[in-house]
């Protein structure tokens, strides 16, 4: 009883806290998808505690959110959706039992709209893209923004920082995608490798036509991996101790521009890292004879057959895989053994 006469005292400070309200009406736009589902769909979806809340709008009690103590790095989005709504930066403790947080992830994630409920008026924030209810913003934040969004922790659920990094991408050319591909599979941050063709004049080329050299495509890489994790200028180290980028339209047997040194960039940045290498490596005088590799600005890529794609883990008893691709991997090893996943 004593404690059921806390929530409700704790409840009524709440709506009294409630009753300044923020006048701020819908007026968000946003040009996110949106996400509609029956109430049926969302029950099957949804625990009956989020159902409550996020659908049918409804309060958790005071100092019960599970996320009310979290204190990491990180994301929270829309427990419905998935929607990404508050950054932790935003967060701050404001004593009042509930999450509170100075500012959405970015203008337009949440909706806004006026609630009358309970004989008051306040402003209701609702998820932008499911509509699912978070709770109320009000003009009492003690930050510079002023607002204090107050929400429910069962409407949100949290995202470490590890989880939420960016990743990027970029294609490399170094001769045979076979060898390629099974090198940069092995690196830390690299989250994903794919042969196929860049570079060339035709769409969707096939390798039988890529093999003729006639149609300029190179066997490229496209690697996306996590810049917090692996620099774009270690991975340029890797490519260049691991090919011969001083043999123009060549790789020792492998010759035509299919072969070619290629980088493929996709930003500034990129080329500003894969030019500042090359120039350290020709002042170094890393390679005896010039770097011929070419950095240019990445426009198509097209995968190559499936039966192509993860090919050294595959095939690794194929003569070229145990002559040319071994020799390579245990070079990667014993040069860049701390870059390596440990799987690997
Ligand atoms: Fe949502």
């Not at 990180?74 to 947080?101: I, V």
């Not at 709209?113 to 109320?136: A, N």
């Not at 996709?266 to 080329?271: A, F, G, L, P, T």
């Not at 190559?304 to 070229?320: I, L």
Request: hydrophobic share 30%; proline share 3%; aromatic share 12%.
């Amino acid at each position: 009883m004593k404690t059921n006469l806390f929530y409700i005292s704790i409840w009524f400070v709440w709506l009294g806290m409630a009753l300044p309200a923020c006048s701020q009406t819908s007026k968000n736009k946003t040009t996110m998808d949106t996400v509609n589902k029956s109430d049926q769909e969302w029950k099957k979806e949804l625990s009956a505690e989020q159902y409550y809340i996020l659908r049918e709008k409804g309060t958790e009690a005071p100092y019960t959110g599970k996320l009310l103590m979290v204190k990491d790095k990180g994301m929270y989005r829309c427990a419905a959706c998935g929607n990404p709504l508050f950054s932790s930066e935003a967060k701050f403790d404001s004593h009042c039992g509930w999450l509170s947080f100075d500012k959405e992830i970015k203008a337009g994630t949440i909706k806004t709209q006026v609630d009358k409920s309970h004989g008051m008026e306040r402003t209701e924030i609702i998820c932008g893209r499911c509509g699912g209810h978070l709770g109320h913003v009000f003009n009492d934040g003690p930050t510079e923004t002023g607002l204090r969004y107050c929400v429910n922790s069962v409407s949100l659920e949290f995202v470490p920082e590890k989880e939420t990094q960016t990743t990027d991408t970029i294609t490399f050319g170094g001769g045979c995608f076979w060898c390629m591909e099974a090198l940069f599979q092995r690196l830390k941050g690299v989250t994903s490798v794919t042969s196929g063709y860049s570079g060339g004049k035709i769409k969707n080329p096939t390798y039988e036509e890529v093999s003729t050299g006639t149609t300029n495509h190179a066997e490229v890489v496209q690697i996306v991996y996590k810049p917090k994790e692996i620099k774009l200028a270690d991975m340029l180290d890797v490519f260049f101790a691991l090919h011969d980028p001083t043999t123009l339209n060549r790789q020792g047997n492998d010759v035509g521009t299919q072969y070619r040194s290629v980088i493929f960039y996709r930003n500034e940045k990129q080329k500003e890292v894969a030019e500042e290498v090359i120039t350290r490596y020709t002042r170094e005088k890393v390679f005896e004879k010039p770097i011929v590799t070419k950095v240019e600005p990445f426009t198509a890529f097209y995968k190559a057959e499936d039966y192509h794609q993860n090919y050294y883990n595959g095939n690794s008893d194929q003569p070229y895989c145990r002559i040319v691709i071994m020799p390579k991997l245990r070079k990667l090893d014993h040069l860049f053994k701390s870059k390596l996943k440990s799987d690997k």
